[in-house]
């Protein structure tokens, strides 16, 4: 039977609830083996690219690789990426993928990389899992945003406080004490609940 699209969006669902390092590593090498030999399109969808695209990112992340393997797995992430996009360009985690691949490619996030962060602002702007996404992501980047991203980072974290608040309190834990304190500026009720 052919390993199609649906196949790889569970496999992947199925892998990010896996959290024993071991048993999360064989998991990925199994899952980015099946993706590597199914060659695109993989079932054409928006959903199976971009779980294509994530598979890439988390092996580029998460498992020790050669810097060739590592610099392959980011481009397949992003090819990946931009090929949801064409399909559905308004879809936030391939935007997601993007920002994030830019980020590691030299370790600084770049022009491109601040383009689609605000592009998975556009697309999905109250969804709370975005916006939480997007806040940790500005959180690891705080120094290198302009203001207006980081005015945008503070009105996530606000999103995330009225439609589920105690999503907010473990990453205000991993924000930088200026992050922090504007948050607390804009929210004064979060320092409540740390």
Known sequence: ???????????????????????RAAALDALAARVDAHKPPLGGTPNAWHARARIHLLMAQERALTVRDFVARLD??????W??????PASHGPWAV????????????????????????????????AALWRLRFSAEHWDALPESARAAA?????????????LLIPPM??????MRRRLLEHI??????L
């Open 76 to 81: 397949r992430a992003e090819q990946s990426a």
């Open 1 to 23: 039977m052919e390993w199609d699209a649906v196949q790889t969006i569970d496999a992947l669902e199925a892998l990010e609830r896996v959290s024993e390092p071991s048993a």
């Open 98 to 129: 993007i920002a994030t691949v830019d980020a590691l490619r030299d370790g600084r996030l770049d022009a491109a990389g601040l383009d689609a962060l605000a592009h998975a602002r556009l697309s999905a702007p109250y969804a709370p899992e």
């Open 173 to 178: 834990r991993e924000v930088t004490p200026a």
């Open 83 to 88: 090929a949801s996009l064409d399909m559905r």
């Open 188 to 193: 004064p009720e979060i320092a409540e609940r």
């Open 154 to 166: 503070i009105a996530d974290a606000e999103i995330i406080w009225r439609f589920q608040s105690e």
